[in-house]
């Protein structure tokens, strides 16, 4: 009797699969969220080794434990990918302060941009205000030459999604240097991307154009643009400001890499990446996505689950700037002519998990949202045309055809911490980062399954 | 040219609803993301009035904070609705103690639970550590008297949804003392019913049933629950505890209403709670409920939405601590003869929303449901059978064919702050909760429009 009853059970779940793939999920989410270790994985990684810019010792420190963490866990293979990646060092100086007619002064808190050229020794200039990229593109040399460009467009607080006005601003951090430089001003300080009115300043890349006036460029908090703004209404202001930031020759690094074989030779690839900047503790950037991505495969592993792929996890080093990790992992792969046909990616905070942006063919978008009622149960509930990510996104150019996912995150809060002093361990959820983990671990698993 | 074109725009406008309502709810969203108030409302009622149990002046001063703010919005009709409502207080003496074997002593984090009786001085008595309600049921008094009940339930975190977490132990704080009163206990503490593990104590309601034994009830923090058990499992515990809260005569309070005309008069209700607990500063419970509901309202009014019902927007009174405020609504309401068609409550924080639950039949959960590609826009996606809220609750009573809406929020961290000390103004995003005003006005909006 007892025998006939497994018998049937068996035969019943054989017959379904959507079933078994919930119950499945229903597992990846238990071990999660009662014998989850993302969280303190991410407190180690934060607190044991901190912020971790490429080249600083704090990267090397975290691709050792990377590597001793995957270790640590059994995986089929754990291995280090040797990369080439740029290093800036922010130094020790790092001051600003602005005078106005009635010669009040005020210092600011500011934040060197990745990648600045230091200002040797204390400089100053007559500020000019200027409210986005495209308005100084249209400035004369004449306008602009000898003074300190203030480049001060806000967060467009509209766009539901942060990442949006994150993405509208980006222009006055990545090329305003250079457009400042190519009319000789003497540096740009810009109203750091971030969406709260706060006193933390937000660093972040920015990059030279080739062959140009290279000059300083610094973030100032959104508290200090809005006075600085304020008193620009009221005359002339000064601002003097020293840097002493310094890119030096590229350094050797790594991406830590952990598999899980599969039955046959293709492969999906996540992860988030290893190296953060060098304030804070990198915490929701993304210190999250590297936890979740161990977490996924730690997950699988625990649970026996037998893949039909290679499951391959990457903590990419460099995304912050230059993304040699990302470039150097795609490249390599053609190299090696391995067989990529999916690669996810979290790289957006340790924020509730709210679906996946799919980088792929309306097929590849359909047939992910056949998953969609499976994943409702979980609280997942967005699956649209998107972005994968930095680190996945080079893999695109080798194999055009693989889709590519980016984990979807409540994006309200990523933009207060994200490049910031503030974006530290604390400000971290522990559900919501072990939500992370099984979103990432659930959609692997879905993609392993339906893949061919 | 000019005018065939205006022409044009608006038969194509009448021709599509549906973009007009996106149209619509955008603005709604552009209005509470760049010149909501919600935010600095709430800072005003955690700052300026506090924590306001029910019968507290705390609780007064809400009412007028409230029929101020309502009035300052210049809506169609403010009215204050007398109720009668119970009045408790904490008193001034809260302590408690454990004492092992060896005499080693440790100060407890507690609260009295609300409702409680008092210890009538300092009163001393072994702890029996019992693991949930039906456990204790199972208990006879020769195990139970003279001694201290400890109900030692953990939120269960497999639970994707904390509600269900929080519902799974409700018992142990609702029922706790009157089923160890039963069996002639000294006392309960209970496991505080929080999420994560820290030393916050949360406090919440308590029912004695009519004619038994009432004994006092306190909840411990987690932390220390965790401690206790441990100290437990090593022998025999002495737990001394002092309480002198007090339970007074019924107060005289009210609901604070505000009435937005419609083209007939059936009723659109929605609200939050205006009381909250005596610790804290009730912002995510429920200020952001309350600051959420009087948005909606002006937003509506900004917008100059004319519409097709009657609005009213309701600050209900002691949800916390008997629902009177929700229960003498709805009976006035029948009384009157009101035609109430829809109510909405937000009573789950100022997190990230996520959709709508509905109380309504398959129908009206389907009626909704087609609004689901629209608010999918602004990241609202959940709209399942569920349940609307306390306060609005008692209406069903009255009109069973009625829908109601309970604005369905993130929950993941709302537990680590509900009841506690914690819960205050600091712990709430300003883009989440003006996120939550405009899905409320965008769902009064759709109630109105689709409702007849």
Chains 1, 2 share one sequence.
């Not at 119950?23 to 303190?40: M, V």
């Not at 979740?292 to 730690?298: F, G, P, Q, V």
Request: hydrophobic letters at 40%.
């Amino acid at each position: 009797m007892k025998n006939l009853i497994f018998f049937i059970l068996i035969i019943t779940s054989v017959n379904s699969f959507a079933q078994n793939d919930s119950t499945f999920i229903r597992k990846i989410y238990d071990e999660a969220l009662e014998n989850g270790q993302s969280y303190e994985n991410l407190r180690s990684l934060c607190k044991d080794v901190g912020a971790r810019i490429t080249g600083s010792a704090e990267a090397e420190m975290a691709v050792k434990w990377g590597e001793k963490l995957l270790n640590s866990y059994g995986f089929d293979k754990v291995y280090l990918q040797e990369i080439k990646a740029p290093h800036w060092e922010r130094g020790t100086k790092e001051a600003a302060w602005i005078i106005n007619e009635k010669g009040e002064t005020f210092k600011l808190d500011i934040l060197a941009l990745g990648g600045s050229v230091s200002t040797n020794g204390l400089i100053e200039g007559e500020v000019l205000e200027v409210e986005n990229l495209d308005a100084l593109k249209k400035l004369t040399e004449e306008q602009v030459k000898g003074k300190i460009v203030y480049l001060s467009q806000a967060f467009d607080q509209k766009h539901i999604n942060t990442f949006r006005a994150y993405g509208g601003c980006y222009p006055i951090r990545g090329k305003g240097t250079s457009e400042a430089g190519k009319l000789n001003a003497k540096a740009v300080v810009i109203r750091s991307l971030a969406t709260p009115e706060d006193d933390f300043p937000h660093t972040g890349t920015m990059r030279y154009e080739e062959g140009i006036n290279k000059i300083p460029g610094a973030a100032i908090s959104t508290k200090n643009a809005v006075l600085l703004s304020a008193w620009l209404k009221q005359g002339k202001v000064t601002l003097k400001m020293e840097m002493d930031c310094e890119t030096f020759p590229d350094v050797t690094s790594y991406n830590v890499i952990a598999e899980m074989n599969g039955k046959d030779d293709k492969i999906i690839t996540w992860g988030g990446h290893l190296d953060s900047w060098d304030v804070g503790e990198g915490a929701h950037d993304d210190g999250a996505g590297i936890v979740h991505s161990i977490e996924a495969l730690r997950i699988l592993k625990k649970l026996r689950y037998q893949p039909n792929h290679k499951l391959r996890c990457v903590l990419f080093m460099n995304e912050e700037n230059g993304n040699m990790g990302g470039k150097s992992y795609a490249k390599i792969a053609s190299e090696n002519k391995e067989k990529h046909i999916c690669a996810i990616e979290s790289d957006r905070g340790g924020f509730l998990p709210i679906g996946f942006d799919v980088n792929g063919t309306e097929e590849q978008i359909t047939m992910v949202n056949k998953q969609k009622d499976l994943l409702a149960d979980f609280e997942l509930f967005k699956f649209k045309k998107g972005f994968g990510g930095v680190d996945i996104g080079p893999l695109k150019e080798y194999y055009p055809d693989m889709i590519q996912l980016g984990m979807a995150i409540n994006s309200q809060i990523y933009f207060n911490y994200h490049h910031s002093n503030n974006d530290v361990f604390e400000r971290v959820n522990k559900r919501e980062l072990e939500l992370g983990a099984a979103a990432m671990a659930a959609m692997i698993y879905l993609m392993d399954k339906t893949l061919k």
